[in-house]
């Protein structure tokens, strides 16, 4: 495997359901980030851990959790979601958290989440 | 007010011809950067281009050309010679400062390109 690779690339699951997304990057990055990407919205940064630890947190409701058990690996635990949480799941990771303004980010493939 | 604005939410293209896409952006911060992203119907974003703030000379990656004009703020993305595949969504973002001191990646809306044959 290369890149930023992530599983499931497509999720469906009910309100009442627990599944995580998992990420894993072959890349020796230190950062790694979750985003959403709602239909015709900007992407929204949801998570930002940097040498597993987390450093950013974008006032995301607690229904999602975020665990980083290595540089290589991030999950996005999912619980009692609704609707709207609907979207394009993607996973980065990027080479130096403490960069400067070039820190180029490389995205995986997406989970595609539909809650029913 | 909205960091990184891309007006044009859907553009057409001829193959072998070029095309711009716009994009303004709005900092006080010294230090940025620029970045272009392209996401193609697979959802995957792929890096095309980046321009710091304080480059002298505009970013060059192959086809990809990023006319930065810092006094106007904007960042626009030059496609030279369309092909088919360069049919997609395209991102414009920015980077205020640094990671470790809560710099992050800020995305426009996207433009969705559409190369026609």
């Known amino acids: 495997e290369t890149g930023v690779t992530q599983t499931p690339r497509h999720l469906v699951m009910g309100m009442t359901n627990k599944k995580s997304l998992k990420c894993e990057q072959h890349l020796g990055h230190n950062a790694m980030y979750w985003y959403k990407q709602s239909a015709k919205k900007p992407l929204e940064l949801m998570f930002v851990?940097?040498?597993?630890?987390?450093?950013e947190n974008n006032s995301v409701p607690s229904r999602f959790s975020p665990e980083c058990p290595n540089s290589s690996h991030l999950f996005l635990h999912l619980h009692t979601l609704q609707p709207e949480d609907s979207a394009l799941y993607l996973c980065?990771?990027?080479?130096?958290?403490?960069?400067?303004?070039?820190?180029?980010?490389?995205f995986g493939p997406g989970t595609r989440l539909t809650v029913l | 007010a909205q960091k990184i604005t891309q007006t044009q939410p859907g553009m057409f293209v001829q193959e072998k011809e070029a095309v711009t896409l716009d994009c303004t952006y709005d900092t006080s911060d010294p230090s940025y950067g620029l970045f272009w992203y392209k996401q193609p119907s697979s959802g995957e974003m792929i890096f095309l281009i980046y321009q710091g703030s304080y480059d002298q000379q505009n970013a060059t990656e192959g086809r990809y050309s990023l006319n930065f004009q810092k006094a106007r703020k904007s960042a626009n993305l030059v496609i030279s010679a369309s092909q088919l595949g360069d049919s997609a969504m395209y991102f414009c973002a920015m980077r205020e400062g640094q990671l470790s001191q809560g710099g992050k990646l800020i995305f426009g809306q996207g433009t969705e390109l559409s190369v026609k044959p």
């Open positions: 851990y940097s040498l597993e630890e987390r450093v």
């Open positions: 980065a990771s990027s080479q130096d958290p403490a960069g400067g303004p070039y820190n180029e980010q490389f």
